[in-house]
C-alpha cells in the first residue's frame, strides 16, 4: 500500500507539494484507492474519494508499531560523494529519529555554509525512505554542526565510536542491551580519516561512552548503519 506524509484534520487527509505529485503522477492512485497516511506520529488508513480536487477520507487509525522504543540520533561526519545518502537513506529504513551531519578536523569536504543543496537533498531522501518502508515519522536532518556543537547536545546516552579501541572497550551489542526504552541516544561516528585523539579527549570530557564496532576498521557509513542496526533492534525487543 502506498504511504505518504500529510496532516489529519476532522476525518480528511491532507497532502502538500511532492506527495500530491507522487500520488496523482507517478502512481497515477484513482478514486477508491486505499493509502496510508502518517501525520509524523500516527498512521492512519485512508481512501482516496476524489482527484480533482483530490479528497482523501480517514478510515482508521494504523494501530501497529512502527517506530523503535528509543529515540536515536546518528551523528555522523560528512563523508564524500554519496556515502552521506546511503546512511540517511538506509538508517531511516532501520529507525534513526535524527541525523546530525558534522565537521571536524578530518573532513575532507567542507561545506560553505549551514544548509546546501546536500542538505536539502538528505531531507527529501529522509521523506522517501520513510515512505518506502512505511514509518510514522520522517525523520530530521539537521543543518551542519561542528564536532563540539555535537557533543554539548544533551542526551540520556552518548555514545563515540572510536575505531582506536576496535577489538577492546564496551560493544554496542552490550550498551545496546542496557539502554531502557523511551531514552534518547546521540552516537557519533567519524569521518573518512576518523577522529584524533584530542577530538576523542574532548568526547571524555562530554561524558561520553566509548564504543567498539568490533574487530575490523569499518567504512564510517558502515560504522554508522552497523549501530542503528543494532541499537533499534534491541529496543524493539519485547
Ligand atoms: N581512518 C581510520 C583508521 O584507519 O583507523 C578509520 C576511520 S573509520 C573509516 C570512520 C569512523 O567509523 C570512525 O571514526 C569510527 O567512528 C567508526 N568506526 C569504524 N570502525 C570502528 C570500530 N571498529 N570501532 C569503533 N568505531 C569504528
Known amino acids: 500500500m502506498q504511504h505518504y506524509f500529510g496532516t489529519i484534520a476532522a476525518g480528511k487527509a491532507i497532502l502538500e507539494g511532492g506527495e500530491v505529485h507522487h500520488l496523482l503522477n507517478v502512481k497515477r ?12 506520529n500516527e498512521v492512519y488508513l485512508c481512501v482516496i474519494r476524489s482527484i480533482d480536487p483530490l479528497q482523501i477520507d480517514v478510515l482508521s487509525k494504523v494501530e501497529e508499531k512502527r517506530e523503535p522504543d528509543i529515540d536515536l540520533t546518528i551523528a555522523f561526519g560528512l563523508l564524500k560523494g554519496d556515502h ?13 529519529s535524527k541525523f546530525i551531519p558534522f565537521t571536524c578536523e578530518r573532513t575532507v569536504v567542507v561545506p560553505k555554509g549551514q544548509e546546501d543543496n ?3 537533498r538528505l531531507r527529501k531522501i529522509a521523506v522517501e525512505g520513510a515512505a518506502q518502508c512505511r514509518r510514522a515519522a520522517v525523520p530530521s ?28 572497550g564496551d560493544s554496542i551489542f552490550k550498551i545496546a542491551k542496557s539502554i531502557e526504552k ?27 561512552q566509548f564504543v567498539s564496532l568490533g574487530r575490523r576498521i569499518l567504512r564510517a557509513e558502515t560504522a554508522a548503519l552497523q549501530v542503528a542496526a543494532i541499537l533499534c533492534a534491541a529496543s524493539e525487543e519485547e
Not at 552521506?84 to 534513526?96: A, M, Q, R, S, Y
Not at 523511551?182 to 576518523?194: A, D, F, N, T, Y
Open 182 to 208: 523511551r531514552k534518547s541516544v546521540l552516537v557519533v561516528i567519524g569521518p573518512e580519516g576518523g577522529f584524533t585523539h584530542e577530538e576523542a579527549r574532548l568526547a571524555l570530557d562530554y561524558d561520553f
Open 118 to 120: 546536500r542538505i536539502v
Open 84 to 96: 552521506n545518502d546511503l546512511i540517511v537513506l538506509k538508517g531511516t529504513e532501520l529507525g534513526v
Open 141 to 168: 536532518v539537521s543543518s551542519y554542526k561542528t564536532l563540539q556543537e555535537v557533543l554539548a547536545m544533551p542526551a540520556d546516552v552518548k555514545i563515540f565510536a572510536f575505531e582506536a579501541l576496535s577489538g577492546g
Open 29 to 40: 492512485s484513482l478514486p477508491g484507492e486505499q493509502i496510508e497516511v502518517s501525520d509524523n
